[in-house]
């Protein structure tokens, strides 16, 4: 048993490291091994729960949606039995994002709001509390109420840039927000919040996040008529995406904002080609 808790906390401890240099191949390998030896010594233990919740996000960033719903599920499950209420909070808040991903929005609601009610009960104005905030503003704008969303994502940028302005979450809020401006129409403003979004990115070790900001920059540039700038986000969002992370689902929005690209253009062949690997990433089956 001492072997094995020796060797699953080097595993941890590699995985940790291509967690912080934004390696998701890397960090899902590593956090695999070390959950699967530190069930051996200790299947209920706050080891176990720790590496659930690096797997599940790992799973979640490549796009392996159904898996990283199974894992996070577990990891919140060991949580409430640990009574660890804070990270619990941070494992409702990953498995809400799966939920969103598959467009399961009530349930998505449903652990963000229990996720806030916790962190705000035993942690208020921490990052957590700025994280979740963000993600249910997502589902306002999905609701229609942009007013709202804008209202949650400053909420959340407040508490997210007072604590580090240059961290990936500041980054992540200004993308959203972009979004958000760019469904009401202010397009100058999107474009300005995903510009402010992609510089910050390119600080960080985080090459997928600077890929989904650089699509979402992109479509914000093409709905401003600034094709060419927009062409040249997608290319380089393209090539990060190619290296790590192709089967992700925002790859292949990518990939169809670049077909969208591709037929302004002129070039009907390479928009095609777009489109279908799109949906080949997007929809497998």
């Given at each position: 048993m001492t072997g094995n808790r020796v060797e699953a906390d080097r595993a941890a401890e590699r995985g940790e490291a291509c967690f912080r240099a934004?390696?998701?191949?890397?960090?899902?390998?590593?956090?695999?091994?070390?959950?699967?030896?530190?069930?051996?010594?200790?299947?209920?233990?706050?080891?176990?729960?720790?590496?659930?919740?690096?797997?599940?996000?790992?799973?979640?960033?490549?796009?392996?949606?159904?898996?990283?719903?199974?894992?996070?599920?577990?990891?919140?499950?060991?949580?409430?039995?640990?009574?660890?209420?804070?990270?619990?909070?941070?494992?409702?808040?990953?498995?809400?994002?799966?939920?969103?991903?598959?467009?399961?929005?009530?349930?998505?609601?449903?652990?963000?709001?229990?996720?806030?009610?916790?962190?705000?009960?035993?942690?208020?104005?921490?990052?957590?509390?700025?994280?979740?905030?963000?993600?249910?503003a997502m589902i306002s704008a999905d609701h229609g109420d942009p007013t709202a969303a804008m209202a949650q994502l400053r909420a959340g940028l407040d508490i997210m840039a007072a604590i580090d302005p240059m961290s990936r979450d500041t980054a992540i809020t200004l993308g959203k927000m972009g979004t958000v401006a760019r469904q009401t129409g202010d397009l100058d403003e999107a474009v300005e919040m995903h510009e402010a979004a992609v510089a910050i990115s390119r600080r960080g070790p985080w090459p997928k996040d600077l890929a989904d900001t650089l699509a979402n920059l992109a479509v914000a540039l093409l709905d401003a008529g600034r094709v060419d700038e927009a062409l040249q986000c997608l290319f380089e969002a393209q090539d990060i995406y190619?290296?790590?992370?192709?089967?992700?689902?925002?790859?292949?929005?990518?990939?169809?904002?670049?077909?969208?690209?591709?037929?302004?253009?002129?070039?009907?062949?390479?928009?095609?080609?777009?489109?279908?690997?799109?949906?080949?990433?997007?929809d497998p089956a």
């Amino acid at each position: 048993m001492t072997g094995n808790r020796v060797e699953a906390d080097r595993a941890a401890e590699r995985g940790e490291a291509c967690f912080r240099a934004g390696d998701i191949y890397g960090t899902l390998t590593h956090y695999q091994q070390a959950l699967a030896l530190h069930e051996k010594v200790n299947p209920a233990g706050v080891e176990v729960a720790w590496c659930l919740d690096r797997v599940g996000a790992a799973q979640f960033r490549l796009g392996r949606i159904d898996d990283a719903t199974r894992t996070l599920q577990r990891a919140v499950a060991l949580r409430r039995a640990l009574h660890m209420p804070v990270h619990l909070a941070e494992a409702l808040t990953s498995l809400a994002l799966c939920r969103l991903g598959t467009e399961q929005f009530a349930a998505a609601h449903a652990a963000l709001h229990e996720a806030l009610d916790t962190v705000r009960r035993h942690r208020p104005n921490s990052l957590i509390e700025g994280q979740i905030l963000t993600h249910l503003a997502m589902i306002s704008a999905d609701h229609g109420d942009p007013t709202a969303a804008m209202a949650q994502l400053r909420a959340g940028l407040d508490i997210m840039a007072a604590i580090d302005p240059m961290s990936r979450d500041t980054a992540i809020t200004l993308g959203k927000m972009g979004t958000v401006a760019r469904q009401t129409g202010d397009l100058d403003e999107a474009v300005e919040m995903h510009e402010a979004a992609v510089a910050i990115s390119r600080r960080g070790p985080w090459p997928k996040d600077l890929a989904d900001t650089l699509a979402n920059l992109a479509v914000a540039l093409l709905d401003a008529g600034r094709v060419d700038e927009a062409l040249q986000c997608l290319f380089e969002a393209q090539d990060i995406y190619e290296r790590v992370a192709p089967e992700s689902r925002t790859y292949g929005g990518c990939l169809r904002t670049l077909g969208i690209a591709y037929e302004l253009v002129g070039d009907s062949a390479r928009a095609a080609a777009c489109f279908d690997r799109s949906v080949a990433i997007r929809d497998p089956a």
